[in-house]
């Protein structure tokens, strides 16, 4: 049985429950937020995310998990984790094809102990990124379409596509279940192209900079259904789930979550999630991060009402 499907587990603790002064009120439902990265909780061309920094403050001190979902690589989440404040956290990489358990999140007869220093537990949800790039070889030669995979381009090439430094530019291309890719031709080949994957078990997905391609099974939304489970399964409470995010890769995310929040992106693309609890920010980036989450939350929760409005994230 494929990992990403397992439900039933038993019941432990996280550490994010256990109670102490200004804990969570353990009768009360507790809540979860998934959310993309790249221009939604990062700031599209600078990656700053202080205008989030107040709420993810107040979320780490009343307990709420937040959880990186993105189109980024492991690699690159290392040093961000770190810097968001969210190592106790799992994540999603790569679209969905990679998710990350840290101890707190693990089972002890369903997950293997982690290999890395940080103990996190990873499981793969797709196919390996070698036989996507053999595929996209195949389909490339044999349909006479364009486009350019990230791993084709040189160091300098994803620095210049992307913003970052050469250390970030380097974890970017270290891809484990998907591929990217720059779309170079029109959008008939782009349809026959998309068909000519699915006959592979591969999907096509679009992101802020990049198309995506991936495993079928591997998408944002079927990542998040699998975590909100195993957070239902440990804590013995279905979550309030909230969901953030900017980009058409992010509308199975949006559509597995109670409450959705369309980020106004930096781009024209369409993002029409099916969830009819919706909001829809004035805000780019970070800032329509803080809008969305105020939205929801910023008055029905006597919790995070409670909690010290920090101009800075906490430690």
């Known amino acids: 049985m494929n990992e990403h499907t397992r439900a039933t587990h038993t019941p432990t603790a996280l550490p994010e429950v256990t109670l102490s002064p200004g804990s969570p009120d353990p009768a009360l439902q507790p809540r979860l937020v998934v959310t993309d990265l790249d221009g939604s909780l ?23 998990p937040v959880i990186p979902v993105t189109s980024k690589t492991r690699a690159e989440l290392i040093s961000l984790r770190e810097s968001l404040g969210l190592t106790a956290t799992p ?16 089972h002890a ?8 220093l940080d103990g996190v537990v990873i499981k793969h949800t797709g196919v390996d990124v070698g036989f996507i790039r053999a595929r996209l070889n195949v389909w490339r030669k044999r349909l006479g379409v364009r486009f350019t995979r990230m791993s084709e381009l040189d160091l300098s090439q994803v620095m210049a596509l992307t913003g970052l430094d050469e ?32 006959g592979d078990g591969l999907t096509l997905t679009q992101g802020g ?13 079927s990542a998040v259904d699998w975590l909100i489970k195993r957070f ?10 909230l969901g953030l995010g900017d980009g058409p890769n992010d509308i199975s995310m949006l559509d597995a979550v109670d409450q959705a929040v369309v980020i106004k992106g930096c781009h024209d693309l369409a993002v029409v999630p099916t969830n009819t609890a919706l909001y829809r920010t ?25 909690a010290p409005r920090l101009q800075t994230a906490t430690a």
């Open 42 to 64: 990062l700031d599209h061309h600078s990656y700053d995310f202080s205008p989030a920094a107040p709420w993810l403050a107040r979320l780490k001190q009343v307990g709420v």
């Open 91 to 106: 994540f999603v990489a790569e679209n969905g094809a990679v998710i990350g358990l840290p101890p707190g999140w693990c």
């Open 109 to 116: 007869r369903l997950d293997r102990p982690g290999s890395g």
């Open 167 to 198: 250390a970030r530019a380097k974890a970017a291309r270290q891809r484990e279940g998907s591929e990217p890719l720059i779309w170079e031709d029109d959008e008939a080949a782009l349809a026959n192209f998309r068909l000519a994957l699915e």
């Open 209 to 221: 900079r990049f198309w995506h391609v991936m495993g079928k099974a591997s998408d944002k939304g």
């Open 232 to 241: 239902t399964a440990l804590r013995g409470r279905a979550p309030l789930s």
């Open 282 to 306: 004035k805000e780019t980036g970070p800032t329509g991060w803080a809008e969305g989450v105020a939205h929801w939350w910023g008055r029905d929760d006597r919790r995070l009402a409670a």
